[in-house]
């Protein structure tokens, strides 16, 4: 039977060649995002242990519970005396003073080295003396900081800025900006910098004033003497230390909170990339069931011929799905060669937008080729099982006749098996976006995959309606037009599976517009409602991020005469009833001034340091009401119990908690804010209101201000970058959809090539013929379109009534971008009947009519 | 009385040249030693309303003679005038045009487009230049046919006598200078392939159309008025009014 099978697949390449190209495609994919992240783990985790190699323990300010990754410390700072009493432990060899915080430099043009919306943080720290204990390593002609105003600098910033030592450089901590000069450039083990993150180490002077505070140091790495271990050098250490809250652990095991840190900021990264790279494969799964029902048609003569000889139904089955073994293997090896290709590829391409990965090879590892291999041959035999089991009804008897092509299946069981599986797929999706599972992204991905299958089960019915609809103009006074919409109508299935291929990848496109509407409908809503500020300056940062404005620009900005009322936001995670949550913290003097929050008990503008207000939504879900207690669990200084002084309605602008600037000083690690409202006084002019505020915010070169409308325009453009970048990772499920209609055609080409003969034998022009191919591509493209509009509308309105309680609070459809995506899938369509056409075009007449 | 004659001629030229005319034809398929010569100098001419037919065993190279003559296939040496056009002078467009409109063709098999009605099948040469049908025309010629209670069918739902006689009305629905014929009852049983071969014969009557006809059947060869014999890519015989005997005897004769 293999060697059948074999043969099988060598004897038709031709019409095998693009489903592979589409298994390979995905697969593809699969593999380079496995590699990828492999080689950027392996090579952190080898980073991270030449880093620590020579830290045998550290000694750090305990956590309450562990915030998950992060780059800037969540640990309460430790008494720089401690140094000393470490130092005195015996076996220790060296110890060196840890201390980090926000340093962001501002490179020569006069911009800000780092974005801070979803970029690489930025990172200040102290310069430690100890080689062995310091990660950075200083290049050639430049020295450590010895004088306050020195800094060294990560090789990344000094590139992508273009500073070089002597430079005298802005930099931007919690304090107001200051110049330092560069005394030495260096690179973070082998890497320039970890990640694209930006360096700068200043003296540990420098550093307690500008990063942390005076007397505190972060943590202290110890270095222990030779032939002392390094669980005995713990275990001394830890005994000499009897400062409560203070922990003792070995290098080995930070070494492996770095690289788990590395692990999950990248597990995000692969979870997004696999899952497109699954939609990707599952669209090629369409095609290759289309592929191998219409060969399997092609061939019932050649399979009746093997039944005929003695080979049972189960020999043919085996036979045919031998064939889809076969292509699933040869194919997905190649998709695993080319990912090795993307990956480097992509590895360039990080580095060249400034995300440097330190220099090693690509990592293969076996389970990559495992599951590559399994997946690419999984879909390719689970997508021809269908056809397969059809070859095997072929009667021996049919090798004397002609047959019919596609016996499609029973109406009632079409009908009753696509609407079956449609429920079960709407169901499971239901579950997952409205109901609180655990794993809600695979109930709502699984969900949808059914609802898909189901859909295209019901395809056909709606295939022949639809299709005679989108034809009639196209068929007017035009004979291709005719003969393509009867050709589109002639096998409703094969039409709608061709199209249902197009339907999946542009369904995430027009559900994913659906929701992006929405977002800014209501962004646009909140700001409208809730915004009296007449400004809004903006670090592009987030609450608890690592970046934003030192507190200083805020309170320059309150002096400033042109202004009445001004606060700066800044935040940071907590861990509220159980679960880890943003915190905001703004002056509540001005809130009132500066935001319509709807307030429905108590007083904002009065909340104390021992105040917390809550929206409405968090008052209902934990029974709160005035004066109620709320735990907070901060990462740092533990457990500490606010009592509600204020319910609002607006939580779309000021999320589930606000806290007063005053407790979140004492709380949370970073005191930055990442936005400042202003409102300009009675009396002034906006254009003197906003010539005042630039006036201030030019030494911040970090700094965006924005008006009302500005702000609006600004959240609504991140909200477009997101959807550019789902439109990026899609292309790929699209190429595979256009590549499976191409495939679809040419198979029909192929098998019409008498009729078509027979056309350019009784007068049909090259050209004529031409436009015929590509309007039945057109046909089905606009079919795969139309069913789109509907079911990315409709999952798009689920996914928003599923958001609700994130925020988004307007549907919005975009009507115009969902006929854009629909006239630019037609003409991708016409595009994909391209190649059959002209190879229908080419045809030879004579070879065509005579009989075979 | 010939000053008339020839004023007749120069007003329709035309009608002084024969339907169609091969002179020193040659056609070689392939290439050194797999050349095949499937014609091999052929020379001969069909007069207007007349209905040829050309008989040879396998491989006598008639059905090339039928495809070099009706503009499917280039001859490798040698002209094929069709009236005053001399096929090898045409390109491809130009070429298609031709078979458009000026040729009629009847196949074996595969004669009619599945998905189009027995209507739209017939009136295809003409919608494919953008025409339309004269309602006259296509009533007479379904009707001589006897199909014009069928022309909302599709092909799958008429007969296989019914087919091929479609095929001829849509063959003759552009008045084509020649109507060309390969083995077009060879699919039929012998009541439907007289029927085919009468309404052939009735349009060669009725409307001197020009007809060239390849068969192996005698008896079909017997509607014609002249058969031509090939063999080895020449023409080795003709006879003219022929009958089934006559064809059967010269079919032996060549045989021995």
Redesign the interface.
């Known amino acids: 039977m293999w060697r059948i099978s074999w043969k099988g697949v060598v004897g038709h390449k031709v019409r095998y060649g693009l489903t592979a190209l589409a298994v390979l495609l995905g697969v593809s994919f699969m593999s380079a995002t496995l590699v990828l992240t492999d080689t950027i783990s392996r090579s952190f985790d080898g980073l991270y242990s030449s880093i620590y190699q020579s830290t045998d323990a550290i000694v750090r300010g305990a956590q309450a519970y562990d915030p998950g990754a992060s780059f800037t410390s969540q640990r309460e700072p430790i008494d720089a005396s401690l140094v000393r009493t470490v130092k005195a432990v015996p076996g220790v060899d060296a110890v060196a003073a840890g201390i980090e915080g926000y340093a962001q430099l501002v490179g020569s043009d006069g911009k800000a080295i780092g974005t801070a919306t979803n970029g690489p943080p930025t990172l200040g720290e102290a310069w430690i003396d100890v080689r062995a204990l310091n990660p950075l390593e200083l290049l050639p002609g430049g020295r450590a900081p010895s004088a306050s105003d020195e800094i060294v600098v990560d090789k990344h910033s000094a590139d992508v800025g273009h500073l070089h030592v002597g430079d005298r450089v802005l930099v931007l901590t919690k304090l107001a900006p200051a110049r330092f000069t560069i005394t030495g450039i260096a690179t973070w083990g082998s890497a320039d910098s970890p990640l694209g993150a930006s360096i700068t180490a200043f003296t540990p002077a420098t550093a307690a004033r500008v990063l942390g505070q005076p007397g505190k140091v972060d943590q202290i790495d110890v270095q222990a003497t030779p032939g002392v271990g390094r669980s005995t050098l713990v275990q001394r250490v830890q005994a000499a230390i009897h400062t409560p809250g203070v922990e003792v652990v070995s290098g080995q095991a930070v070494t492996r909170e770095g690289q788990d840190a590395v692990h999950q900021a990248l597990g995000f990264f692969n979870t997004v990339l696999i899952v497109f790279a699954l939609i990707a494969l599952f669209v090629g799964s369409f095609l290759i069931f289309n592929t191998f029902t219409i060969v399997v048609a092609q061939r019932m003569r050649e399979l009746a011929l093997l039944r005929a000889v003695g080979a049972s139904r189960a020999q043919v089955t085996a036979s045919v799905l031998g064939e889809a073994c076969v292509i699933g293997i040869v194919a997905s090896a190649g998709g695993l060669v080319v990912g090795l290709g993307l990956a480097g590829a992509l590895k360039a391409l990080l580095a060249a937008l400034g995300i440097a990965i330190p220099a090693t090879g690509l990592v293969l590892a076996a389970r990559t080729v495992v599951v590559c291999l399994a997946l690419g041959t999984g879909v390719t035999v689970l997508s021809a099982l269908l056809p397969a089991r059809r070859a095997a009804r072929v009667a021996p008897v049919a090798v004397l006749q002609e047959v019919g092509i596609d016996a499609a299946p029973h109406l009632a069981a079409r009908v009753l098996g696509g609407s079956g599986t449609s429920a079960i797929g709407a169901a499971v999706l239901g579950t997952g976006l409205f109901a609180s599972v655990p794993a809600r992204v695979a109930f709502v991905g699984g969900g949808a995959a059914v609802l898909f299958v189901g859909l295209a089960l019901l395809g056909p019915l709606v295939a022949r309606p639809a299709s005679a609809a989108i034809g009639a103009p196209l068929a007017w006074r035009s004979?291709p037009g005719?003969?393509a919409r009867?050709?589109a109508?002639?096998n409703p299935a094969r039409t709608s599976a061709t199209a249902s291929a197009l339907m999946v990848g542009v369904a995430v496109v027009a559900l994913m517009n659906v929701v992006a509407a929405s977002t800014k409908a209501s962004i646009n809503d909140v700001v409208n409602r809730a915004m009296r500020a007449d400004y809004v300056v903006s670090s592009g940062g987030v609450a608890g991020g690592s970046s934003g404005f030192s507190p200083d620009l805020a309170r320059s900005l309150a002096r400033l005469p042109q202004v009445s009322a001004v606060t700066g936001v800044s935040g940071g995670m907590a861990r509220l009833y159980g679960s880890p949550t943003t915190i905001l913290a703004a002056d509540p003097r001005h809130v009132d001034d500066l935001f319509d929050v709807g307030v429905t008990a108590g007083n904002l503008g009065r909340m104390t340091a021992q105040g917390i207000a809550v929206s409405t939504q968090a008052a209902a879900d934990h029974h709160l009401r005035l004066d109620s207690a709320v735990r907070v669990t901060f990462p740092t200084t533990g457990v500490r119990v606010f009592h509600v002084e204020a319910i609002y309605s607006a939580r779309q602008m000021a999320g589930d908690y606000v806290l007063t600037v005053a407790a979140a000083r004492q709380n949370f690690p970073l005191n930055l804010d990442f936005q400042i409202y202003v409102k300009v006084a009675p009396g002034v002019t906006t254009a003197a209101g906003r010539s005042a505020v630039e006036g201030v915010i030019a030494h911040y070169p970090n700094a965006t201000l924005m008006d009302q409308a500005q702000f609006k325009a600004n959240q609504s453009a991140q909200v477009d970058q997101m959807l550019n970048l789902v439109y990026g990772l899609l292309a790929l499920a699209l190429l595979i959809a256009l590549i499976g209609i191409a495939n679809t055609l040419a198979l029909s080409v192929y098998e019409r090539t008498?009729?078509l003969?027979?056309?350019?034998?009784?007068?049909?022009?090259?050209r004529?013929l031409g436009a015929t191919v590509r309007a039945e591509s057109l046909v089905i493209s606009l079919l795969g379109a139309l069913e789109v509009l509907v079911v990315g509308t409709v999952l798009g309105w689920a996914m928003v009534a599923a958001l609700r309680s994130s925020g988004i609070t307007s549907l919005s459809i975009p009507f115009t971008r969902l006929v854009a995506v629909a006239v630019l899938a037609g003409i991708a369509g016409v595009a994909a009947g391209a190649a059959p056409g002209r190879r229908a075009a080419r045809l030879d007449?004579?070879r065509a009519?005579s009989?075979e | 009385m010939i000053s008339a004659r020839h004023q007749l001629a120069l007003e329709r030229p035309g009608l002084a040249a024969p339907a169609a005319r091969i002179v020193a034809g040659v056609k070689v398929y392939g290439k050194n030693e797999t050349a095949v010569r499937a014609l091999d100098g052929v020379t001969a001419e069909f007069a207007r309303g007349e209905f040829a037919a050309i008989m040879g065993p396998s491989g006598s190279g008639k059905s090339t003679l039928l495809h070099c003559l009706a503009g499917l296939d280039r001859l490798t040496e040698g002209r094929v005038i069709l009236g005053e056009t001399d096929l090898g002078t045409l390109g491809d467009k130009a070429m298609t045009e031709l078979r458009r409109d000026r040729i009629g063709f009847v196949f074996q098999a595969f004669n009619l487009v599945p998905t189009l009605s027995a209507r739209e099948n017939i009136v295809l040469p003409l919608t494919l230049a953008g025409r339309r049908a004269e309602r006259d025309w296509l009533e007479e010629l379904t009707s001589s046919l006897g199909i014009a209670d069928r022309l909302a069918h599709r092909p799958a739902e008429l007969s296989g006598g019914q087919q091929q006689r479609v095929a001829t009305a849509r063959a003759l629905v552009t008045r084509p200078d020649l109507l060309f014929a390969d083995e077009p009852t060879g699919n039929l049983d012998s009541h439907a392939a007289r029927e085919l071969l009468r309404r052939i014969r009735g349009a060669v009557d009725d409307y001197g159309q020009s007809v060239v006809m390849v068969t192996h059947d005698a008896h079909a060869a017997s509607f014609s008025d002249r058969v031509l014999f090939l063999a080895d890519g020449r023409v080795v015989r003709e006879l003219v009014r022929p009958t089934t005997d006559s064809v059967l005897d010269a079919i032996r004769a060549l045989e021995t």
Do not use: D, F, K, W
């Not at chain 1, 003969?757 to 090259?766: F, N």
């Open positions: 004979v005719t003969l009867h050709n109508l002639r008498h009729e003969g027979l056309l350019r034998a009784v007068g049909m022009t090259r004529q007449v004579l009519i009989t």
